[in-house]
């Protein structure tokens, strides 16, 4: 009998675990074509493998991040021989970021250095169809950039997820007194906990819209583009090529392209009580998804950026 309590990690875990492969397997195949040690690389991959074949179809997984990869290796090569090379010199070292994204706050899985000791990071996606997260902006990046804290809604909203608990049967009223992770995972066991965080989700999800429109659009000109450019990566030290498959379509383009964007007035306008744009002038470029991360209501409050369709293009 599968563990119901391990239902959520597990669908988070293997997502990771996906993008992780596709990179890894990309920065093997780089590595081998300009004949750079892939030793580490190997291992990594042996071991990602393993786990990714304890989820459900997990040799399909394998295979599908494997075609994927296939399909962009010819992209990113043109693109080095092309313009990199003859730019910054012999390449030397090609390294897969991963799991370090937090800690080096960048937007870049794959990190290409050369000779000259110039570098370039690439960001990299695998989607069956859209954009992918561009960004996902915790509390601490919302109140950095954005003025934004609702610390007070937050601790308002679990008391509030508690108070309804407290009123079920025996069991959920027992739960109700528990820590929140103990919560989070009876959520499948109880469905009514997921309405009950869904409720009171939603009220600091509109607050949080509400607030973040108006914060932005009275910041300065200066904090508004630092904060558009920690979404689209703009601040990297090193220069950032986005690059990725969707559906079964490579793409690539330089993160440079996003500055003449910028050029325009820069303001925020409500979607609905979830969401909102980021507009230079007339014309979205970001959406901004306040959201939680795994269950309305039940796990850390976020906001995700996405690109919109056509910016890339």
Request: aromatic share 8%; charged share 30%.
């Amino acid at each position: 009998m599968i563990d119901i309590l391990t239902l959520e990690d597990s669908k988070r875990k293997s997502s990771r675990s996906k993008a992780d492969l596709f990179e890894l397997l990309l920065t093997l195949k780089l590595r081998k074509y300009y004949k750079l040690n892939t030793e580490s690389i190997d291992q990594e991959i042996i071991d990602l493998r393993k786990d990714i074949l304890k989820f459900f179809n997990g040799d399909s997984r394998i295979d599908e991040q494997n075609k994927r990869a296939n399909i962009l290796l010819p992209l990113l090569i043109k693109e080095i021989n092309n313009k990199l090379i003859p730019k910054f010199g012999k390449l030397t070292s090609i390294t897969w970021v991963g799991r370090e994204w937090q800690t080096k706050q960048s937007l870049s899985d794959i990190d290409i250095d050369f000779k000259s000791g110039r570098g370039v990071g690439f960001s990299i996606k695998s989607t069956r169809s859209g954009k992918g997260t561009q960004k996902n902006l915790g509390t601490e990046s919302l109140k950095k950039y954005l003025n934004l804290n609702i610390e007070n809604e937050l601790r308002d909203m679990w008391k509030r997820i508690r108070s309804d608990l407290a009123t079920q049967k025996r069991e959920l009223e027992e739960i109700s007194k528990r820590g929140t992770t103990i919560i989070r995972k009876n959520k499948y066991r109880f469905p009514i906990i997921q309405e009950i965080g869904k409720k009171h989700g939603l009220s600091v999800q509109k607050i949080a819209v509400k607030r973040s429109v108006e914060n932005f659009n009275k910041l300065s000109l200066e904090r508004k583009l630092d904060f558009v450019g920690h979404i689209l990566g703009l601040r990297e030290i090193k220069p950032l090529i986005n690059a990725g498959v969707e559906g079964d379509k490579p793409y690539l383009y330089w993160n440079e392209k996003f500055n003449r964007i910028l050029e325009k007035k820069l303001g925020a306008e409500a979607v609905d009580g979830k969401g909102y744009y980021i507009m230079a002038g007339s014309k979205p470029i970001i959406r901004i998804q306040a959201n939680f991360t795994n269950g309305i209501g039940l796990s850390a409050f976020c906001e995700r950026a996405f690109l919109i369709e056509d910016l890339k293009s």
